[in-house]
């Protein structure tokens, strides 16, 4: 059974959910449309049936566990040929066989069912009954069988703070982002698992949402400490907050979550994880793998776009290997 905790109205006085649920899906075709003919995401062809590169964070023994998250890109009528770039996704995750999977912006059902039909080596998990045609958040997990791992039902808690829904060209607040929380089990241990997207910072629309995003990350750790309390945690998603910012977010905010994986990548290439043609230059690493109460060893790389959504999405996936004393 899934759990969803809701957050409050975001229109005062309106007499039934039912209304609110009208206007939000009204809301959601308009901004949708709105987005769709502003012309703000390019319409190149995508590659299909790319050959999939060989793993490149292989697994020496037992001890290890390979995180993957990754930002997809998947907007129904927005961004370029979603049906043919996940197939790519699904083909490359196939190739690499990360044990858990943290994927963000899966914005239709019909997408995640998509994954699920091409990854049958996996369980996926998503949030529902969030008043949203979509996975609750745009948030999914995919767990590899053959790691052992056996996923919990996932509760997903969406963000209180978010941009105004009636900014609907900005889509954060008609989509109602947040966390989807699950535990995995494994004979006797476990492991809590955390997927979460963050407030986008649309500076080029001349906001800036440090604060949203700043009460976010808050909420944030006090839902990490409330559900997992004293256990370890996998935590990964796309943060929308980049290391050397002017908010100072990663310092503040971030960094207390626990440690973060993906330093040793970031320091060797001195990228970010937004390929070349993205609107926000590709100097900027927004997604990260963070763990809790785990002694481990990381290794970090990125699963590389050629270009803004191709072969994959407008997100470099982010990979890491935990090897140590993994429960």
Partial sequence: MIH?????????????????????????????????????????????????QPPLLPCANAAC?????????????????????????????????????????????AYASQLERA?????????????RPFPCGGLVVLVRHASGWVASAPTFVPYAASAPWYRYREWDGIVKKGVLLLTLARGAATLGVVDTHLQTEYAYLGRDYTEIRREQLAALGRLVHTKFAGRPVVLGGD???????????????????????????????????RPPGSYRASSRWLDYVITSRLAVHATSTRIRNEWVDRPFSDHDGVLVRLEGQIP
Avoid: K, M
């Fill in 4 to 52: 969803v905790r809701r957050a409050a109205p975001l229109v005062h006085g309106l007499a039934t959910a039912s209304r609110l649920a009208t206007l939000t899906v009204l809301a959601f075709v308009v901004g949708l449309a709105t987005l769709a003919l502003s012309g703000c995401a390019g319409r190149a062809a995508v590659p299909a049936g790319i050959p999939a």
């Fill in 65 to 109: 566990l390979r995180v993957l998250t990754w930002n997809l890109h998947a907007i129904p009528l927005l961004s370029p040929s979603p049906p043919a770039r996940l197939r790519n996704v699904a083909a490359e995750i196939r190739a690499q066989q990360p044990d858990l999977v943290l994927l963000q912006e899966v914005w239709s059902h």
């Fill in 119 to 131: 990854l049958p080596e996996y369980r996926l998990v998503r949030g529902s009954g969030c008043t």
């Fill in 239 to 273: 943060f929308n907050t980049a290391p050397d910012e002017h908010s100072g977010l990663y310092a503040s905010q971030i960094a207390r979550l626990g440690e973060d994986r993906t330093v040793d990548e970031r320091a060797a290439c001195g990228c970010g994880t």
